[in-house]
């Protein structure tokens, strides 16, 4: 059975005191609402990351990186390496986001390194993909999404997948308060798992999570939840602020 997950990607945002008050507030909102299939993740800045490793110790909130490089070591200043991530005792990250597609000029071939980077170094992966509003309106997005998909994850073994998990987002839905509707995002989603189920089998399709990404708030987290290829959501404005968070949670 597919697990449910919430991440909460926090972005270049939150200093070193906002990230330990809003983890704390996350700590108590989830105490007890957390079901036994429900995985909570947050991604706050590198610099933050040990100080979220030490505050959520015990509790049922995961930690990822959000961004990391392909190459094991070397002369890349400002980059952090996969091996610094395991050090810190971190097993998440996730790669491929639009802002790093967009503003960093992250290929689907500098992405192909980085998930055979990451999952070498048995760090779970969290890979993003999604059409910008050109090719949604072209009608073109369902090929978008298919060669993104191919380029980036399509080199690894059927065993790989068991490290992975999707995360679809329709770029232009993130941080413009449009959203996909539920129906749109299901179909999205259903089509993600049928290009799954052609190259891998029906098995690891059906196992693999597909989190939706494209401003998710409380106010429609539970009806994008409901439908049945969407197991979650990646996160971003609503996951800084601890109730928002929680409530998106809950409706899960």
Request: contains cysteine; proline residues 2%; positive net charge.
């Amino acid at each position: 059975m597919r697990k449910k997950i919430v991440a909460g990607n926090w972005k270049m945002n939150m200093n070193f005191d906002e990230t330990k008050k809003l983890i704390k507030g996350i700590k108590k909102g989830t105490k007890k609402k957390v079901g036994k299939n429900t995985r909570v993740i947050i991604a706050p800045s590198f610099v933050n990351l040990q100080t979220a490793l030490k505050r959520t110790k015990k509790s049922k909130i995961e930690v990822a990186s959000q961004n990391m490089h392909q190459s094991k070591s070397g002369a890349f200043t400002g980059e952090i390496s996969a091996d610094m991530l395991t050090s810190l005792g971190l097993d998440l990250v996730i790669l491929g986001h639009s802002e790093r597609r967009e503003y960093f000029g992250e290929t689907d071939e500098i992405l192909a390194k980085k998930v055979t980077t990451a999952l070498e170094n048995k760090l779970e992966t969290i890979f993003c993909f999604g059409e910008v509003l050109e090719d949604r309106k072209s009608e073109n997005h369902f090929n978008v999404v298919e060669s993104q998909l191919k380029k980036g994850l399509f080199h690894l073994k059927k065993g790989d997948f068991s490290k992975i998990v999707l995360a679809y987002e329709p770029v232009w839905a993130i941080g413009t308060g449009e959203t996909a509707s539920p129906e749109q995002a299901q179909e999205m989603h259903a089509f993600i798992r049928e290009i799954i189920a052609k190259e891998y089998g029906s098995e690891v399709a059906e196992n693999i999570s597909i989190l939706y990404g494209g401003s998710v708030k409380p106010a429609n987290a539970k009806e994008i939840f409901s439908k049945p290829d969407v197991d979650g959501g990646l996160i971003g404005g609503a996951a800084l602020k601890a109730d928002d968070f929680i409530a998106i949670i809950k409706s899960i």
